[in-house]
């Protein structure tokens, strides 16, 4: 199993980006997806995870902000972050949860205030 993340960057606060990530060696269309964040000294956290039927569901803090979605033919899931903020900045990673969490390498989000 891979997990291809990439999207990350430096945006200023308010701005967006777009993360994607694409998965390669499993079925991907019956897996649930997901986007993972660490930031310096805390733990990694849910961001957002969509089911293979579409169903979402997001952290407190990124409802009405971030969006994820997916597209199956591509194998790739999305994560369309808007108004960020300076508390967004993180590491962001991709998951699938195949009888133990597989994830990929991560890409860096960072805000300026």
């Known amino acids: 199993v891979q997990l291809q993340a990439s999207g990350g960057g430096l945006v200023q606060a308010g701005g967006s980006l777009r993360l994607s990530c694409k998965a390669s060696?499993?079925?991907?269309?019956?897996?649930?997806m997901g986007w993972y964040r660490q930031a310096p000294g805390k733990q990694r956290e849910l961001v957002a995870r969509?089911?293979?039927?579409?169903?979402?569901d997001y952290a407190e803090s990124v409802k009405g902000r971030f969006t994820i979605s997916r597209d199956n033919v591509k194998r790739t899931v999305y994560l369309q972050m808007n108004s960020l903020k300076p508390e967004d900045t993180a590491v962001y990673y991709c998951?699938?949860?195949?009888?133990?969490?597989?994830w990929g390498r991560g890409t860096q989000v960072t805000v300026s205030s």
């Open positions: 060696g499993l079925n991907f269309s019956i897996n649930t």
């Open positions: 998951n699938v949860q195949l009888g133990r969490p597989f």
């Open positions: 969509i089911t293979s039927g579409g169903s979402t």
